[in-house]
């Protein structure tokens, strides 16, 4: 997998970068390996198997949260992100609308505004 390597060499990269790059490398394993036993789950007929598979499944959803806790803590624009978007009900692109103040350049944040041509 390539997001296991580095994309820069290690003595040019900050701490903060190395740790976060361990925790989203590990990330992403625990997210392969849900996705690997839920398919191995639905695969099996044998309800037993089954029943394991899916446990062990949980487990690594517990793994992944941690590890998303840990990034969440660690990094002021995961954590912005996370807040704006987790645990809310309405449409995630109408929270996205709203967060980036409807396209208006300068609204909230960096933004490159609306694409279409207002002369038109």
Do not use: C
Not at 51 to 66: I, T, V, Y
């Amino acid at each position: 997998m390539s997001s296991e390597s580095l994309h820069a060499p290690r003595e040019r990269l900050s701490k903060h970068a190395l740790r976060l790059h361990h925790a989203l490398v590990s990330l992403i394993e625990e997210l392969d390996a849900v996705d690997w036993y839920r398919q191995r789950a639905d695969d099996t007929e044998d309800e037993a198997l089954k029943g394991l598979l899916l446990h062990n499944m949980r487990e690594e959803m517990e793994h992944a949260s941690m590890l998303l806790e840990w990034i969440r803590r660690s990094d002021t624009d995961f954590a912005t992100h996370l807040k704006t978007y987790l645990f809310t009900e309405k449409p995630i692109l109408e929270i996205e609308s709203d967060a980036e103040g409807n396209g208006k350049p300068g609204a909230h944040g960096f933004t490159v505004g609306t694409l279409r041509d207002e002369n038109r």
